[in-house]
């Protein structure tokens, strides 16, 4: 699976983004797909995740701000952030991992896309 993520950028705090990461290489289906992100010296953190079926889950940082939405037949996975601050500036990355649930570990996602930088001033 080849992951490409776009739609990073600069906003305001409170103001909105949406992510969008493109799938290749492999039916996109049978993934789980989630979202990480990685601010300096800290650790990479599952954001959302969602499963082929749709569950979803999420960060509690995000709870109610971010929504994960996946469409199979484009191989596409979103997510629209919205109410943002300034402690949601980081890289964000989307990953793949064949499971039947969400995994909260970037250790155990299997493909990873090349990261898009989100940056929330104040």
């Known amino acids: 699976v080849q992951l490409q993520a776009s739609g990073g950028g600069l906003v305001q705090a409170g103001g909105s983004l949406r992510l969008s990461c493109a799938a290749s290489?492999?039916?996109?289906?049978?993934?789980?797909m989630g979202w990480f992100r990685q601010a300096p010296e800290k650790q990479r953190e599952l954001v959302a995740g969602i499963t082929s079926g749709g569950s979803t889950k999420y960060a509690d940082s995000v709870e109610d701000r971010f929504t994960i939405s996946r469409h199979n037949a484009k191989n596409t996975v979103d997510l629209q952030m919205n109410s943002l601050k300034p402690e949601d500036t980081a890289v964000y990355y989307c990953?793949?991992?064949?499971?039947?649930?969400?995994?909260?570990?970037?250790?155990?996602?299997?493909?990873w896309g090349q990261g898009t930088q989100v940056t929330v001033s104040s």
């Open positions: 290489g492999r039916t996109f289906s049978g993934y789980v």
């Open positions: 990953a793949a991992t064949r499971s039947t649930r969400v995994l909260n570990s970037a250790r155990l996602y299997e493909y």
